[in-house]
C-alpha cells in the first residue's frame, strides 16, 4: 500500500465498512474486483497487468479480462457480470473504436454501473467535453500521463464510484426488510427478459397475503414484519434459483419464471404448513394471480398490471385461490379505463344532458310527474346507455358530482315546466348508493333547493330497492332527514331487491315503482304477473303510491289500472325527451289533466 497514506486508508476501509454494510448479502459483490482492458496493442494489456500486478483495492484483488477489439470487448461485456472498470484505448481499429464502444456499452447493453476510463495513446484525439458527460465517462487519460502511481489512483477512484452506485442501487432496488428485489427491480427483471426477446414459457405471478392488515392489526408491526420474512425465506428456497422472487407491495410478492417452477397449485401448497413466527406459529393464506409473457404482451409495468387484474379476479372468487390472466380480462379492463376517461371529458365538455319522461296517472292519463334521466352522447354521435356508464361513475366516485348535477338540472326544469302551466307537476332524480350515502348528501340537497328556488314537495328521489335495504339504521336517519326537508322518496326497481318488510314498513317510503321485468309480464297472458299484483297489494297495504316503470301496451296499462296501480311510466304515454319536446308534449296533454 504505498500508493495510499495511511489515514486515507482507514477513511477507505471506513468506506468500505459503510458500503459493505448497504450491499451485505443482498447482491453477491464478489470477492474481486473486474477489470476489462481494451487496447488492440497486446504490449499495453502486459504493461497493465504488470503495473497493478499483486495489489488489491479496498481489501480486494483485481481481476482482468482482456479485449483486443470493441467485438471482443462487447462480447465480454455482453456475458460477463460485475466488471466495474473498463480500461477503454480510444484509437483501435478504428479512430472512434473507443468512443463508439462506450456508446455500446451505455446504451445497447445498458451497463450503466460500470466505470469507464478512455485511454489514448494520442493526446489529439480527446473527446468533446460533452461526450465525456453524456457517456458518463470517468476518466481520460493519455497513456504516457498514466504512470504505475496515477493508474493505481485513478481506478482506485473508479472503484470507489462504482461501488457507491452499486450501494445506491441496492437502496433503489431492494427491499430493505425481505433483502429482496423490490417493484422497481421487478420491473426491471421483467423488461431484461423481454428486450431479450425471453417470452417463451415466462410467467409472472403476483402473490397476496390474505388478511396481512389484520395480523399487523392484532398482532403488532414487528410480528407482521417477521411474518414477511418467514413468507419470502420459504417462497424463495421453494422456487428455486430459476424463479425471481420480488416484494413488490407491503404483502404482495412478485414472482418470475419458467411455468414449471411457478405452478400455482404448488405455490398455494406452500401456504398450508404454518409460519414459525419467533415463538408462534402462523397459519396465513395467499391468493394468486398469474400471467404468462407471451399472453400479456406487455413489459415490465403492464405485466404486473395484467397479472393485478388476474389477481383482482381471483380476490374477488375467493382467497387462497388462483386466476390465470386472459387477454379478454385486460380487453374489458382497458375498455372500461378508456370508457372512464372519455366520461370524465364528457363532463367538461357538455356531451351529457338530461332527458325527462312524463309520468301519468293511470285512472285519467293525467300527466302527474317526470323522471330525470342522464344521456351521454359520445364523440362519435352514439348515446352510451346509462347502464354502462352509470357502474363507471359509481365505481369512480364520478357519481356524487354527476348526480349533484343532474339533480339541479332536473330541478331548473321543473321550475321552468311548472312555469308553463303545471302547478303541480313533480320531477324524480335518481339517486345511487354512493351519492345517497355521502356524509353531505342532505346538505347538498338543501342547496339545490335553495339554489334552484324549487318546492321541496315537488321534487322525489329514486332510491333502488337494493340500496334501500342495505344498513337499516343508517337508512331510517337518513330517509328521515330527506322526508323533514319535504322531499318524497320513491323505491326504485321494486320487486328485485328481496326486501324485508318489517324493514320496508319503517321506511317512510312515498311510492313504490314496480321493476318493468314484471310490467313486461303482464304481457305474457299465461303468467298473468302475479308479482305486479302483489307489489300493487303490497304499497296499497303500506299506504303508498304504486307507479309502475316500463308501461308500453295499452293492455299492459289496462291491466295494471284494473290491479289497483295508480300511476305508470313508459313508451306506451311517452319515450324520454329533451327538454323543448317535453315542453311541447306536455302542453299537448295539459287538457288530460
Ligand atoms: P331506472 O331508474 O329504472 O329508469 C327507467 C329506465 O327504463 C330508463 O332507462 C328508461 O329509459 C327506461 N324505460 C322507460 N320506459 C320504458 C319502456 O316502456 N320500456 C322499456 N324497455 N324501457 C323503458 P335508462 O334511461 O336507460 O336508464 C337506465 C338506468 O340508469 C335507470 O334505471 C337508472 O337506474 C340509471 N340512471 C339513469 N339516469 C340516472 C341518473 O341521473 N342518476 C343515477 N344515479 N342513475 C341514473
Ligand atoms: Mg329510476
Ligand atoms: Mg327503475
Redesign the pocket.
Given at each position: 500500500m504505498t500508493y495510499v497514506s495511511a489515514s486515507e486508508h482507514s477513511a477507505e476501509s471506513e468506506f468500505l465498512d459503510l458500503v459493505d454494510d448497504a450491499t451485505a448479502s443482498v447482491v453477491d459483490v464478489g470477492s474481486v474486483w473486474r477489470l476489462l482492458i481494451v487496447d488492440d496493442e497486446p504490449d499495453v494489456h502486459r504493461a497493465t497487468t504488470f503495473a497493478l500486478n499483486g495489489l488489491s483495492i479496498f481489501g480486494r484483488p483485481l481481476e482482468f479480462l482482456h479485449a483486443y477489439s470493441a467485438e471482443q470487448a462487447t462480447a465480454i461485456l455482453r456475458e460477463e457480470r460485475d466488471i466495474a472498470v473498463v480500461l477503454l484505448d480510444v484509437v483501435m481499429e478504428r479512430e472512434d473504436a473507443g468512443l463508439a464502444l462506450v456508446k455500446v456499452i451505455r446504451h445497447d447493453l445498458k451497463l450503466t454501473d460500470v466505470r469507464i476510463i478512455l485511454r489514448t495513446g494520442q493526446p489529439g484525439y480527446a473527446p468533446e467535453i460533452e461526450t465525456i458527460h453524456a457517456f458518463d465517462i470517468n476518466d481520460y487519460k493519455t497513456k504516457s500521463e498514466l504512470t504505475r502511481a496515477k493508474l493505481y489512483a485513478t481506478i482506485t477512484a473508479a472503484l470507489r464510484t462504482y461501488d457507491q452506485i452499486r450501494a445506491l442501487d441496492n437502496l433503489a432496488f431492494y427491499d430493505h426488510l425481505s433483502r429482496l428485489p423490490n417493484r422497481n427491480r421487478f420491473i426491471n427483471l421483467i423488461d431484461e427478459r423481454v428486450s431479450l426477446g425471453e417470452y417463451g414459457d415466462v410467467v409472472i405471478a403476483i402473490l397476496d397475503i390474505d388478511d396481512f392488515s389484520e395480523v399487523n392489526d392484532s398482532l403488532g408491526h414487528q410480528q407482521g414484519d417477521r411474518l414477511l420474512q418467514a413468507v419470502s425465506a420459504r417462497l424463495t428456497s421453494a422456487l428455486g434459483s430459476a424463479t425471481v422472487v420480488a416484494r413488490i407491495g407491503s404483502d404482495a410478492f412478485g414472482l418470475m419464471g419458467p411455468s414449471s417452477s411457478i405452478d400455482p397449485i404448488a405455490v398455494l401448497e406452500l401456504f398450508r404448513s404454518p409460519f414459525r413466527v419467533q415463538d408462534d406459529s402462523m397459519m396465513v393464506t395467499a391468493t394468486l394471480g398469474l400471467v404468462s409473457l407471451t399472453d400479456t404482451k406487455e413489459a415490465g409495468r403492464g405485466a404486473i398490471k395484467d397479472a393485478n387484474i388476474a389477481l383482482k379476479r381471483a380476490k374477488k372468487n375467493r382467497r387462497g385461490s388462483f386466476v390465470v390472466y386472459t387477454l379478454d380480462m385486460g380487453i374489458e379492463i382497458r375498455e372500461r379505463v378508456r370508457l372512464l376517461q372519455g366520461l370524465r371529458s364528457a363532463v367538461d365538455t357538455n356531451r351529457l344532458f338530461?332527458?325527462y319522461?312524463p309520468q301519468v296517472l293511470l285512472s285519467t292519463g293525467a300527466v302527474v310527474g317526470m323522471?330525470?334521466?342522464?344521456?351521454w352522447r359520445n364523440d362519435d354521435g352514439r348515446y352510451v346507455?346509462?347502464?354502462r356508464f352509470?357502474p363507471l361513475a359509481?365505481a369512480s366516485g364520478l357519481?356524487i358530482a354527476?348526480?349533484d348535477w343532474?339533480l339541479r338540472m332536473a330541478c331548473h326544469e321543473l321550475v321552468r315546466m311548472q312555469a308553463i302551466g303545471l302547478p303541480s307537476l313533480r320531477v324524480s332524480?335518481?339517486?345511487?348508493q354512493l351519492?345517497f350515502r355521502n356524509p353531505d348528501f342532505v346538505e347538498r340537497l338543501v342547496q339545490a333547493i335553495a339554489d334552484t328556488g324549487v318546492e321541496a314537495a315537488s321534487l322525489e328521489l329514486?332510491i333502488?330497492e337494493s340500496v334501500a335495504m342495505e344498513d337499516p339504521e343508517f337508512m331510517l336517519e337518513r330517509f328521515a332527514a330527506i322526508k323533514a326537508i319535504g322531499v318524497t322518496i320513491a323505491i326504485?326497481?321494486f320487486g328485485t331487491g328481496y326486501s324485508s318488510l318489517s324493514h320496508l314498513r319503517q321506511l317512510p317510503i312515498d311510492r313504490l315503482?314496480i321493476?318493468?321485468a314484471f310490467v313486461?309480464e303482464l304481457s305474457s297472458d299465461v303468467l298473468g304477473g302475479p308479482i305486479a299484483a302483489m307489489v300493487i297489494e303490497l304499497g296499497r297495504n303500506l299506504n303508498m303510491t304504486v307507479i309502475a316503470?316500463?308501461?308500453?301496451t295499452e293492455k299492459q296499462a289496462a291491466i295494471l289500472r284494473q290491479m289497483g296501480c295508480h300511476e305508470g311510466?313508459?313508451?306506451?304515454y311517452s319515450?324520454?325527451l329533451a327538454p323543448p319536446e317535453l315542453k311541447e308534449w306536455l302542453l299537448a296533454h295539459r287538457s288530460g289533466a
Open positions: 338530461v332527458v319522461q323522471e330525470a334521466l342522464l344521456r346507455p346509462p347502464e352509470i359509481e357519481i354527476l348526480g343532474v332524480v335518481n339517486v345511487s351519492q329514486e333502488t326504485d326497481d315503482k321493476d318493468r313486461n316503470e316500463g308501461v308500453e311510466q313508459g313508451y306506451f319515450e324520454p
